[in-house]
């Protein structure tokens, strides 16, 4: 029984720990004959590293990658692409005090009931350093999606804790606005506000959760294979295999319960050469098949377990403890979550056009 696998033709298994020699994956599936280099891969797995701001964690990794195999003269072979990025800035030695003490809301406890023993320090596989691999092989999906029918997928940060961005779902952002500060919300004066929030928690030693949202544009219709495999299904499972995710909603999500059929129905409209519809609550998705319109989601993020305040807890064997965590962690994930989630994104919209494509 093994879950680091996912997708169905458009295969990823990752690998590593946050404190091994390295983490990475193997991407099986990739069709022959694209063009690819480290150059396609490397931009989001830069905009995901540590140590960007002081809104992140410091660990300081340049996370970059090598292609090991499936590509020659830069076009890819059709075999398996190896990808790997080296651990630089580990200090195992950060965790001691844990090593008794699981952390609150972590996941040392349940990875020592599971498998009876766990990476001694960061997580291990728990660790966000996991989702390397994945971002490293979402990036191909990406590029493929763009070059065979336009997709763009783009996702920013619309809350951290109390603090919420205007809505900009429909209106094109771009992920040069959202890059144009540290917190990635493209509303720059409430991204100052959320900045601020970060930082007092940090200073406080605690963190903060948000909500990131994602839209993907240009998606095909026809991709979602129900039942299981409804394209909601895929999304939200690939989202939810995020650390440190906590709701998903598509389109309208938990908001549309307040509007009865009549305004909440997105009504038909020819729009050029093909049917679309005039609002968007359906998220682009109908009987978990896209529809041709955007894609909408949102993800939740808690605030990050590690914390440097004392919290009263109790060790493994059940002996009240204070422990106040050591090391360096993110006070607040969302920003750093954007290329996890939009990399997630491309690698179920790949996967699932592959699989229409078997029908052709
Ligand atoms: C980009 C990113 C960075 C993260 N950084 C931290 C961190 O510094 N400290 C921490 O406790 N959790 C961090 N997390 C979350 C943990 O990995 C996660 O909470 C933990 O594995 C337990 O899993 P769960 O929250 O999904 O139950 C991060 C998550 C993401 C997506």
């Known amino acids: 029984m093994s879950a680091s696998t996912f997708g169905t033709l458009f295969k990823v298994t990752t ?4 404190h091994c020699k390295g983490v990475g994956a193997i991407l099986d ?3 022959p004959g694209i063009a690819l280099a480290e150059e396609d891969i490397q931009p989001q797995l830069t905009r995901r590293r540590p140590g960007q701001s002081d809104v992140s964690t410091p660990r300081d990794e340049s996370d970059s990658v090598t292609i090991m195999s499936g590509t020659e003269h830069g076009v890819t072979l059709g075999t398996p692409i190896g990808l790997f990025v080296p651990n630089k800035d580990q200090r195992p030695g950060d965790y001691k005090e844990m090593s008794q003490v699981p952390r609150p809301s ?3 406890y349940t990875y020592q009931k599971k498998y009876g023993t766990r990476a001694s320090s960061g997580g291990g596989r728990s ?6 691999g994945r971002v490293a092989a979402g990036a191909i999906a990406e590029k493929i999606l763009k070059d065979w029918f336009g997709t763009e997928i783009v996702a920013w940060v619309s809350t951290v804790a109390t603090c919420d961005a205007p809505d900009l779902r429909g209106v094109g952002v771009q992920r040069e606005q959202v890059d144009g500060n540290i917190m990635r919300c493209p509303d720059t ?3 100052d506000e959320m900045i601020a929030m970060v930082t007092a928690a940090r200073e406080k030693g605690d963190s903060l959760g948000g909500v990131v949202t994602c839209e993907c544009r240009n998606v095909p219709v026809g991709l979602g294979e129900p039942v299981f495999d409804k394209l909601e299904a895929k999304l939200a499972q690939a989202m939810m295999s995020i650390p440190a995710t906590k709701g998903f909603e598509v389109g309208s ?3 549309g319960i307040r509007m009865p059929g009549s ?3 997105d009504m038909f409209v020819q729009k050029g050469d093909h049917l679309g519809t005039e609002t968007n609550n359906s998220g682009g998705i109908q ?3 896209s529809n041709g319109e955007d894609i909408v989601f949102r993800l939740a993020f808690k605030p990050p377990a590690t914390i440097s305040l004392a919290q009263n807890t109790a060790t493994f064997d059940g002996d009240p403890a204070v422990l106040e965590a050591k090391g360096r962690h993110d006070p607040c994930v969302v920003n750093r979550a954007i290329p996890i989630v939009e990399t997630m994104a491309a690698l179920v919209l790949m996967d699932m056009a592959l699989v229409q494509k078997t029908r052709a």
């Not at 660790?127 to 390397?132: G, H, K, Q, Y």
Request: hydrophobic fraction near 30%; charged fraction near 20%; charge should be negative.
């Open 106 to 108: 972590h996941a040392d």
């Open 189 to 191: 004066a409430v991204a």
């Open 253 to 255: 999500g938990f908001e």
């Open 287 to 289: 009987g978990g098949i």
């Open 263 to 265: 305004e909440h129905n």
């Open 127 to 132: 660790s966000a350093r996991e989702t390397i």
């Open 15 to 18: 690998f590593g720990e946050s």
């Open 29 to 31: 599936g990739c069709p």
